[in-house]
Every structure is written in structure tokens, then in C-alpha cells.
């Protein structure tokens, strides 16, 4: 994976578990953002499931996670993918953008 920035400060710092789940973080607006995700999917009740125990930071990480979903498929929709890891990516972003909800 790898970061783009679109005037915004991006920061992949993916972990590979065991299960093919990965692990992210990324820092988007200033605001962290954690999820995980496989097989070209985002488990979507992952998404900053670290804040979990705090509602209002919560609730901002889940809304910033959102927009960042959407301004990752459309940076990735702008650029032609070259390879089926940049393919898999823009599936990845753009399912999270559709599916997603904070």
C-alpha cells in the first residue's frame, strides 16, 4: 500500500495477522484512523474501534474515517491502476466509501 497525499497527511501502517486480517492506521486530518481489513474489504465495525470506549472521539475518528474512505477512492479512481495490487486497493477504498457509515 501506498500513502498518497492529496494536500492532507496520510500514514499507512499496516500489520499483518495471522488470520490474513490486516491491520491499519492512518492519519488523516490530523485525526488517527484505525480499521482492518482483508481479501479487498474493510470490516467496516473495525473502523476506530480503538476509540470505542470514548463517544465523542469515537464519533469524529468515524466521521473523518468516511471522508478518508472517499478521498482514497477518488485519488485512486484519478490515477489508472498499474498493477492488480493498485486494483485491489481501489476496490478496497471505494467499497469503504460506499458501504460505510459513521
Known amino acids: 500500500m501506498r500513502p498518497v497525499l492529496l494536500g492532507l497527511t496520510l500514514l499507512f501502517c499496516p500489520l499483518a495477522h495471522a488470520d490474513n486480517w490486516v491491520q491499519t492506521q492512518v492519519i488523516f486530518q490530523n485525526q488517527p484512523i484505525d480499521f482492518v481489513h482483508a481479501q479487498g474489504r474493510v470490516h467496516l465495525a473495525s473502523v476506530c474501534q ?33 498493477t492488480p495490487e493498485a486494483l485491489s486497493e481501489k476496490t478496497l477504498y471505494c467499497q469503504a466509501a460506499r458501504e460505510f457509515r459513521p
Open 50 to 82: 480503538s476509540l470505542a470506549s470514548l463517544p465523542e472521539p469515537y464519533a469524529r475518528c468515524r466521521r473523518h474515517a468516511r471522508a478518508f474512505f472517499q478521498a482514497r477512492c477518488d485519488a485512486l479512481r484519478h490515477s489508472p491502476p498499474q
